[in-house]
Every structure is written in C-alpha cells, then in structure tokens.
C-alpha cells in the first residue's frame, strides 16, 4: 500500500490557515531562515517552505550570503529594521550570532531554522549557532533546550519530521507500535534521535543504527523489524535485502535528495514496493508533511511561551 501525503496535507494546511488567522489576525509576523551553502537539496528545501509559508500567511524570510533576493526585500519592507540583516554579507560567525540576537529578540519573528548543513566555514560552530536560537522560536528544536523539556514531559515538542511519521501513520491507523519492533536507521538530533523517543512513548522495541554499525548487522535488524523508518541520506541504500520475505513490514522513507537532478530517497521504491505492506514514495511521501509539520510547530511553541519564558535568550 502507497501511503499518500495528499489528503492529509491538505487538511494540515487548512488547519494551520485557520490557526494563523485566529492566533496573529492581521498581524505582520515572519519565520526566518539562516542558508549560508550551496546545497542543492537544502535550497530545493528553502524554496518549498517560503511557498509554503505564502500558502497559509507565515511568510518565510531567507538570510544568507547569497541569498538577497527580491522577495525577501519586498517582504521585509512589512517589518522594521530587518532588512538591514537581508543585505547584510554573512562571511564571519560573529555577523551570524548577532543576526540571531536581533531575530530572538524581534517580536516579529515567530520562528527560527538555521538550514543545514552549513558550509564548511561555518561547520565548526553548528553546535554555537543551534544552542544561540532561544527556545521560545527554535523550530527544529537543535537548541537542545526544548527537546529536554519534552522528554522529561513538560512539553510536548516533536521536530518537523519525526512529526511528520507520526502524523502519517495516525492517519492510516498503522501508529501502534505497542509491542511492535521499530528499526531506524541512523540518529541524527533532527530525525533518528527525535523519533527513537516517539516510537519508545508509544510503546515500540527500538533498534537504532549508525553508520558505523555493519550493514549485515543492520540487515538482521530490519529483517527482523515490523516498521523500517530510513534516515541515512544514502541514495538507494535499503533494497530487498533488508526486507523479509512475507511482505508484512512498513517502510518509511524520509530522506530526500537528488542524483542527476531527480529527487530519491533511502529506499529503492520499484525494487521494494511489491516486498512490503506499505512504504512512502519519493519526494512526495513525509517531505510534503515535514514542511506542514514544521510551520505547525510555530503554534507548538506560541502555545508555550509563558513555560518557555525562563529559557529565553
């Protein structure tokens, strides 16, 4: 079984229309996002999410050295100062933490993503860049702060993507993972780790591997699993040798990237779509979603502002 994101997109669109509208009125706010690289999929990323922060009234504005476009200058004309920080060259890790200062602190500003990966001049300060976000418009959550508050259960924060799983799953009633086994393949802070903790509140036996961990032992890991969920960033890695034979697991691929300017995934979909009960194609399978999920955790986060407030930077 395909599982299609349509339906419930479009819903989660409606959705989040009628919550910006009740939440902000006519209010000018804006999400910011910080792309400093060349990345091809990371600007396929950025060009999605500020069509679909137009589509429901979150308008996105893109800061980065090479990114002063005219839409992001025409959209700043709506709020005060910021356009300053459009035209400003970002070549130094100091223009970048004061850029940030000026966002944490902007009222304007309802949501914060530092796009990744960043270039490598920048590489040796993510952790710096993430952890200078205040918790209050840490989108992604790398911040770290409101990722801790969520697991010991004071919120209740799940990242764009792991979010995006969940949703989807929900909505074709495949979310019991209660005494289900779970492989997720490699853990990284904004996918694996995220969902790791997800699959273990619901109730699932996880197995989680990295890149280190030997492919045979990751093939006796997912053979053995009801739900293989993929994350690796490796062009057509999991093939039917992963799989077992009865045709009974779910898999779910949410990596999305491009080889010869097509968009693929983790999973090699024509090989494995006959070999299982339900998978996720590429690129319209959680990508879709992700970017839903993400603006939805906009009102994630305003619903918490008074117990986010102590964290503030």
């Known amino acids: 079984m395909l599982l299609s994101w349509k339906e419930l997109s479009l819903q989660l669109k409606q959705e989040l229309i009628e919550k910006?509208?009740?939440?902000?009125?006519?209010?000018?706010?804006?999400?910011?996002?910080?792309?400093?690289?060349?990345?091809?999929?990371?600007?396929?990323?950025?060009?999605?999410?500020?069509?679909?922060?137009?589509s429901i009234g979150l308008p996105v504005i893109v800061f980065g050295q090479n990114h002063q476009a005219e839409y992001d200058r025409n959209q700043a004309g709506k709020f005060d100062d910021v356009g300053i920080y459009i035209n400003q060259h970002y070549d130094s890790i100091g223009k970048i933490m004061e850029l940030i200062r000026y966002l944490n602190h902007d009222d304007e500003c309802v949501g914060i993503i530092v796009q990744l990966p960043l270039p490598e001049q920048f590489q040796m300060y993510k952790e710096q860049l993430l952890a200078a976000i205040t918790p209050q418009k840490d989108l992604d959550g790398l911040g770290g702060v409101i990722l801790w508050l969520s697991?010991?259960?004071?919120?209740?924060f799940v990242p764009a993507t792991p979010k995006a799983v969940v949703y989807l799953l929900e909505h074709y009633q495949l979310d019991?993972?209660?005494?289900?086994?779970?492989?997720?393949?490699?853990?990284?802070?904004?996918?694996?780790?995220?969902?790791?903790?997800?699959?273990?509140?619901?109730?699932?036996?996880?197995y989680t591997c990295n890149a280190d961990t030997p492919i045979d032992d990751i093939k006796k890991i997912?053979?053995?699993?009801?739900?293989?969920?993929?994350c690796t960033g490796k062009i057509h890695l999991v093939d039917e040798s992963f799989?077992?034979?009865?045709?009974?697991?779910?898999?779910?691929?949410?990596?999305?990237?491009?080889?010869?300017?097509?968009?693929?995934?983790?999973?090699?979909?024509?090989?494995?779509?006959?070999?299982?009960?339900?998978?996720?194609?590429?690129?319209?399978?959680?990508?879709?979603?992700t970017v839903a999920c993400l603006f939805a955790n906009v009102f994630v986060l305003q619903s918490y502002q008074d117990i986010l407030k102590p964290y503030k930077l």
Request: glycine content about 8%; hydrophobic content about 40%.
């Open 20 to 54: 910006k509208h009740k939440l902000f009125g006519d209010k000018h706010v804006y999400i910011a996002i910080l792309f400093f690289g060349e990345d091809y999929s990371s600007a396929t990323y950025v060009k999605h999410k500020k069509t679909y922060g137009d």
């Open 151 to 156: 697991e010991i259960g004071l919120v209740d």
């Open 176 to 206: 019991n993972f209660a005494g289900k086994t779970v492989a997720i393949l490699w853990q990284s802070n904004i996918v694996g780790k995220p969902l790791v903790m997800e699959c273990i509140k619901r109730g699932a036996t996880v």
């Open 222 to 230: 997912t053979k053995h699993s009801e739900y293989i969920i993929s």
């Open 243 to 289: 799989l077992r034979n009865d045709a009974s697991q779910i898999i779910l691929d949410v990596w999305y990237g491009h080889k010869d300017g097509k968009p693929v995934g983790d999973v090699d979909i024509e090989v494995i779509k006959d070999k299982v009960a339900a998978y996720t194609p590429v690129p319209w399978g959680i990508w879709p979603l």
